[in-house]
């Protein structure tokens, strides 16, 4: 192989390894949603909701979205929802049963998204005969496999809530009981404080939320609290119960304690989430309700617990995990391309010096021995 040529295969390779570290940016995901193709008069739903009886079928359209550059395909299904300890709407996880992919089938559960485009896909809900009356909800979903490096197939799911409503029956009952403030000098308070993911230092409050009805209600109102020498602080919190919930719930707060006594005032009124599906003149308590608690904050537990939570975020070492922005990730990787490229360039080249010196040494030795040869 001659020089040129070597040095041509040389920059081949490296403009190939360079384009691929250019391509190859691995934050990019693919933006994909799903929702209703109806909107309402601000030109956005972002539920579904049925007003349906028992044995009763429907059909309906979903619109998938994908608004990447890249062509994408993802697999579409429906879960059972629930509401986890801070009131916010999740779907049930796993391979367990779920009533909505009994009730919910669609046309295809497989789709593939060409680049910034949306497709319809039309399902239909059936529900079972024998269904009591209630409020039922769920979700449909879309997912996608984001990264198949390394063998590891990192699912990305996104979720449009449904919401059913069937028969007749409704029921509206719900409240909030056994105010329990979490503060320092509880015991149980750094147990609590990870388990809800709250900020240490302040005070926050545990409520038991019970839905004693059968559909879905919002729970609105505003904490009040009162510490020695005046202060007060307030703030405003929204939960949702679950038809049958009776589960704790978390309001945090940014209430810096101080010693001495601390009172507390919980105001809040509750309204059925969907108000609008239920029929005419439906009947619901709206009235305020109040819970009230107090507790004394001693000054030893004040400085012990800044004390504590000085001393150990002083010792406990920080993970601190960021995503690079796609700009970063992007000159990232054109850096690591141009460093690859340049290491095979000078690589190769000094290979091909080291060859030639090599083949040049032992023509040398070759014809000194010709020569010795010819003499004799």
Known sequence: MTLKKFKISLLTISALSLAF????????????????ITKDDSGFVSSFVYKMEAGQSISDKALVYNLDTADTSVNVGSKDALFNDEGVFTLKQGKESSMFNEWIKFEATTLALPAQ????????VTLPDDLEDGEYAGGLTIS??????????????????????????????????????????????EQLVSQYNLINKNLHLLVQGVNEGNVFANLEGKYEISMAGGIEESGEFRKSLFPGQNSTLVIPTETLLQPGQVQIKLTYKS?????????EGFSYDT???????????????????????????????????TEKPFWQSLLLNLVAGIILSLSLVYGGLWGYKKYNQKQLKKASVEKKTNSEEIKK
Do not use: C, M
């Open 287 to 321: 009235s305020e309700k109040v819970l009230e608690s107090q507790f004394e904050y001693l000054a030893s537990d004040y400085y012990k617990g800044i004390e504590s939570a000085e001393v150990r975020d002083a010792l406990e070492p920080k993970e601190v995990i």
């Open 21 to 36: 570290s250019f391509l190859w940016a691995p934050n990019i995901q693919a933006r994909v949603s799903i929702g209703p």
């Open 117 to 124: 485009t949306n497709l319809e896909l039309p399902f239909t």
């Open 271 to 279: 309204t059925p989430t969907h108000l609008a599906y239920l029929p």
């Open 144 to 189: 996608q496999i984001q990264d198949e490096s390394a063998g590891v197939n990192v699912e990305s799911q996104v979720a449009s809530k449904v919401f059913i409503l069937v028969g007749s029956d409704f029921r509206s009952s719900n409240k909030l009981e056994n105010l329990q403030p979490i503060h320092p000098s509880r015991d149980d308070y």
